[in-house]
């Protein structure tokens, strides 16, 4: 089955500054990779995603990457701020089947 | 759009009695629900995945009879956890996708607010 590996699992940045969280995945059948954002007692919010026909995909001052060779893709947040501050969930799925999901990023911007 | 509701958001139990948690797709018709259990400070675990009209899919090491899942319309999901016990005390996630296979199917999951449950 996938395996997916989030790093780092904790990552401090001072408000202003970009973040960066890797992910691995080991399917190469693997197609949707999305990055979901959950703050303390609530359920996870989807931030972005991208398909595996498309390299790179940016919302504002967040951007994923994906790497099909290297099976990675990667989160960056610019310009991070205060309410950023929670914990990032990676996944990768192939066609129909469930989300395999890394163990979480917890991000801590400081003002 | 893609609203996903949970139904308590906590809840406190004796231990040995059941608790039933709603999830709901307030926007959308839901073709397939997943609920996950996730404990302090750990990732999602996908317990179960179900489809409208049939019988869920269990993941291994999670106990049917006493994690029931109902999905009887396209909108809502129940988990039951029956004879509850200190252990089973958790966040319960539930999650929606819409869509069918062919016709717009999209895997994105949807999540609820989650459902904090204590077993005294």
């Known amino acids: 089955g996938e395996n997916v590996e989030q790093h780092p699992s904790t990552l401090s940045v001072q408000e202003g500054d970009s973040a960066v969280i890797k992910c691995t995945y080991s399917d190469s059948a693997s197609n949707y990779f999305p990055w979901y954002k959950q703050e303390l007692g609530k359920g996870p919010q989807l931030i972005i995603d991208?398909?595996?026909?498309?390299g790179e995909k940016k919302d504002q001052r967040i951007a994923v990457t994906l790497n099909k060779t290297a099976k990675h893709f990667s989160l960056h947040i610019t310009e991070t701020q205060p309410e950023d501050s929670a914990v990032y969930f990676c996944a990768a799925s192939r066609g129909y089947s469930t989300l395999t999901f890394g163990k979480g990023t917890m991000l801590l911007v400081s003002p | 759009g893609a609203v996903v509701s949970q139904h308590p958001s906590r809840v406190i139990c004796k231990s040995g009695t059941s608790v039933k948690i709603e999830c709901r797709s307030l926007d959308f018709q839901a073709t397939t629900m997943f609920w996950y259990r996730q404990f302090p400070k750990q990732s999602l675990m996908l317990m179960a995945t179900?489809?409208?009209?049939?019988?869920?899919?269990?993941e291994q090491g999670v106990e049917k009879d006493k994690f029931l899942i109902n999905h009887a319309s396209l909108t809502l999901s129940t988990l039951t956890v029956t004879s509850a016990h200190p252990e089973d005390s958790s966040f319960y996630i539930c999650?929606?996708?819409?869509?069918?296979?062919?016709?717009?199917?999209?895997?994105?999951?949807?999540f609820g607010p989650g459902t904090r449950l204590t077993v005294l």
């Open positions: 991208i398909r595996s026909n498309v």
């Open positions: 179900s489809n409208e009209g049939s019988k869920a899919t269990y």
């Open positions: 999650s929606a996708s819409r869509g069918l296979p062919g016709v717009g199917f999209t895997n994105e999951q949807f």
